[in-house]
């Protein structure tokens, strides 16, 4: 990385970019054991308890759109990163810095989303900080949050993924793309037959509902900024395993489909706020794909793949018509087509 | 009928690819001219499953890897003037120019926006009345009806802070070029968005002339598969002409009112083509009835041609001669996160294409 750039808007994009400006700038320099892994929360171990710890921070515009607003993105993505860790998520704190100018009426609809949501998860919010900048410094609206959970001990493998092995299969909690296309569509005032809906939801039901066996779980990691495609890649980058995964396999609405044509956009790389990557045991993944299409933010799962011998750290996709490509991350923003 | 249901059949592809491989009997040399065919057949990994006899080569059909670097430099400095908006389309965002890129000139505080269509182009424009609104226009036949529309439109309106920095291209004289600089191609799979603006027929010289089958393709896997399946037929028999499989939304006739929208607006100019050069009748630029609009009349700005980045094969890509693979900076030190060379930051790009979208089997020869 150069020095002497400036930090781009493709850098927050979750792709290559982004990876690198963590690498080089902030595990370099906050290097420590419990941060290198860059798992979705960092595990702490007390002499009682294993807590998995998160941050994140929250800038979408609009603030409001179909299927939710910042409030509730904030509350979800927090509880999501927890779950996924396999800790059970229990207090979370925000912190808000607030354009001058934004309505209090504003204010108020995505606090209660907020306190909507934290009760569905069931979390508590017991930590908050407030500040509000001039015009323009920032953008209506920006929250920050931490998560703390707690993680049972026969748990603690699947953050880290280090039991994934070949003959494991991959699955999906469901559609993918929702969120980025709503997003857009909403900015860009989109009209179209079927109004596609945020999918932003806390996933923790449906963790507890896999972790009925942990053993069963080799892995978990929802899927937001970089899509599907990023977390296959980082899955087995280095590793001495592959994966393939059946493009016809990967859920998606015709809707996305359609919008992602017109835009250029691949399904793979889109952000969701409420879906999921499960690696499970070979032996397990019927049952577990029952267990996810009994729960509300479920019933599309699928199986789409499995962790493989053949071409070690390499992620390959079979495409609808057979054809073969390897899955790369994207490097920065995805941009749509010109013609 | 849901064409991207149909048209991603599995097995209609497969009885396709049956089709071809029973009826090749010789080695052809097929280039499609678009950056939507490139990327559809690297993504849907059409490559890996044609017989070896077809060879697929990537022409300069993508609008942001032909437009010239020094076109990326000139967008630099308008961007750079006092009180101006830059409006490009989103992939000329992070082209490198000689010393910089819109992206970095973005993040230093140039007010650079990314449109989608130059109806938004004229919404920044009317709110903005005391700025000076540049609209980088670049693309193929496909896009030049919304400039047209919009310069149009901002003359009716009198819209005076509204320019415009031509760079649209048209493709077959660029075609035609390829093949008189000795490019071996046996047939072209047709644009089929240019198509659909300026019909199949602005390639029926071209096909008589060079005796060349030409196929006008749609973007789903099956489109080209079909395309692919009729250019070998064609070849095979020795005719010669074109033929639209794009039929859903391509006619030889194409949008009449586009293309005297077009007319109204600009006429044929010569244009200057990354790695080919600069070929007579293969662009356009500004009529006189609009030449307000015109920021390069309108201010003018002096900037010099910058040396290509060393090592770059974009060129000798963007002509078919060479894969992005023979390129040694390829995914070395040329990667999408880093790019040198337009072709890898395009998403329409082959470099970019390649990378993205790697097939297993990417271990070919240099095709010279």
């Known amino acids: ?339 | 009928m849901n064409f991207s249901v149909e048209f991603r059949n599995e097995k209609i592809a497969k009885a396709l690819l049956t089709e071809i491989k029973s009826i090749i009997k010789s080695k052809i040399r097929i280039m499609e001219v678009c950056g939507g065919h490139t990327m559809a057949i690297r993504r849907y990994g059409i490559h890996t499953l044609l017989p070896n006899e077809i060879e697929l080569l990537s022409g300069p059909g993508c609008p942001v890897c032909v437009t010239d670097q020094q076109f990326i430099d000139m967008s630099i400095a308008y961007a750079r003037l006092p009180d101006c908006i830059l409006l490009i389309y989103g992939d000329m965002l992070r082209i490198p120019g000689t010393a910089s890129s819109l992206d970095r000139e973005k993040a230093s505080g140039c007010d650079i926006r990314i449109i989608y269509s130059t109806i938004q182009a004229l919404e920044i424009v009317r709110k903005n009345p005391s700025k000076r609104i540049i609209f980088a226009a670049i693309g193929f036949e496909t896009t030049v009806p919304g400039t047209a529309i919009a310069l149009k439109q901002a003359k009716i309106e009198g819209l005076d802070n509204f320019f415009v920095l031509c760079a649209h291209k048209t493709m077959p004289m660029a075609m035609e070029t390829l093949i008189e600089e000795g490019i071996p191609i046996d047939g072209y799979i047709g644009p089929g968005h240019v198509s659909a603006i300026a019909g199949s027929k602005i390639f029926d010289p071209l096909a008589t002339k060079y005796n060349i089958p030409v196929v006008i393709s749609g973007f789903e896997p099956v489109d080209l598969l079909q395309s692919v399946c009729l250019l070998v037929q064609m070849f095979q028999e020795g005719r010669s002409g074109v033929e639209i499989q794009y039929k859903r939304l391509v006619t030889h006739q194409g949008n009449v009112k586009a293309q005297h929208l077009i007319e109204e607006v600009f006429e044929p100019d010569t244009q200057y083509w990354r790695g080919i050069g600069a070929i007579p009748g293969s662009g356009l630029k500004i009529r006189k009835g609009y030449e307000k609009f015109d920021v390069q009349k309108q201010l003018p700005i002096q900037v010099e041609r910058g040396p290509e980045p060393k090592g770059c094969l974009c060129g000798q890509i963007l002509k078919g001669i060479k894969r992005p693979t023979d390129c040694k900076l390829f995914g070395k030190t040329c990667t999408p996160t880093h790019p040198i060379g337009a072709c890898m930051v395009s998403s329409e790009g082959s470099c970019q294409s390649f990378y993205t979208y790697q097939s297993p089997e990417d271990l070919r020869e240099s095709i010279v």
């Open chain 1, 1 to 339: 990385m150069n020095r002497n750039e400036v930090i781009l808007i493709g850098h927050g994009s979750g792709g290559r970019l982004t990876r690198e400006l963590i690498d080089e700038i902030f595990v370099k320099k906050f290097d420590n054991p419990l941060l290198s892994g860059l798992h979705d929360a960092s595990i702490i171990e007390t002499d009682s308890e294993k807590i998995a710890f998160t941050t994140d921070s929250y800038v979408i515009d609009p603030i409001f759109f179909p299927g939710g607003n910042i409030g509730k993105l904030a509350i979800s993505g927090t509880v999501n990163d927890l779950c996924v860790s396999g800790s059970i998520p229990k207090y979370i704190s925000c912190g808000f810095i607030i354009e001058e100018g934004l309505p209090i009426s504003d204010l108020e609809n995505i606090v209660t989303s907020m306190a909507s949501e934290a009760e569905r998860a069931g979390v508590f919010i017991v930590a908050g900080d407030t500040k509000v900048v001039k015009r323009g410094q920032c953008d209506k609206i920006f929250i920050n949050t931490s998560g703390i959970g707690i993680i049972p001990s026969d748990r603690l493998h699947i953050s880290s993924g280090k039991t994934i092995q070949p003959g494991d299969k991959i699955l999906v909690s469901g559609t993918l793309g929702d969120h980025a296309i709503a997003i857009l569509a909403a900015r860009e005032n989109l009209t179209l037959d079927e109004e596609i809906q945020s999918d932003t939801a806390p996933l923790n039901k449906l963790t507890e509902a896999v972790l009925v066996h942990p053993s069963d779980l080799r892995f978990m990691r929802d899927i937001t900024r970089g899509g599907l495609a990023t977390i296959l890649t980082e899955v087995c980058e280095n590793k001495d395993f592959g994966i393939d995964v059946d493009e016809k396999n990967i859920p998606i609405r015709q809707s996305v489909k359609s919008i992602c044509e017109l835009y250029g956009f691949d399904p793979l790389y889109l952000a969701n706020e409420g879906k999921m990557m499960l690696i499970v045991r070979q032996e397990s993944e019927n049952i577990i794909l029952q267990r996810l299409k009994t729960e509300k933010h479920g019933v599309d799962a699928t199986i789409i793949g499995e962790i493989t011998i053949s071409h070690p750290g390499k992620a390959i996709l079979k495409s609808v018509i057979g054809g073969r490509r390897i899955i790369e991350m994207l490097s920065g923003e995805m941009l749509p087509r010109i013609c």
